[in-house]
Nanobody
Framework: QVQLVESGGGSVQAGGSLRLSCVASGRPFRTYRMGWYRQAPGKGREFVVDIRRSGDITYYLDSVKGRFTISRDNAKDTMFLQMNSLKPEDTAVYYC????????????WGQGTQVTVSS
């Protein structure tokens, strides 16, 4: 079992920045592929980006490329999402997720953290 807790969400104006964190507890963090998803009001959950155990990043959602950066610190059991140049369309609940396999579905989810970007 892995427990995931996100933090760092909040309200910012367009063009601002936020840094989300996801702290994992339970089984060794380094053994999991980690990812960020988001869900905007009235929409389904969408993939944002994920990062393999090695630190290799698979790919970013096109709309966040060049603005968001994912990273992980295995020594601190923590994953980050640095979000710059935020836009109103980035408004969503952001979830972190953990997968035991490098290519399979995500097994564990956090409770989410709200990000609101005003114009």
């Amino acid at each position: 079992q892995v427990q995931l807790v996100e933090s760092g969400g909040g309200s910012v104006q367009a063009g601002g920045s936020l840094r989300l964190s996801c702290v994992a507890s339970g089984r060794p963090f380094r053994t999991y592929r980690m990812g960020w998803y988001r869900q905007a009001p009235g929409k389904g959950r969408e993939f944002v980006v994920d990062i393999r155990r090695s630190g290799d990043i698979t790919y970013y959602l096109d709309s966040v490329k060049g603005r968001f950066t994912i990273s992980r610190d295995n020594a601190k059991d923590t994953m980050f999402l640095q979000m710059n140049s935020l836009k109103p369309e980035d408004t969503a609940v952001y979830y972190c997720a953990a997968a035991a396999s490098e290519n399979g579905p995500y097994d564990y989810w956090g409770q989410g953290t709200q990000v609101t970007v005003s114009s």
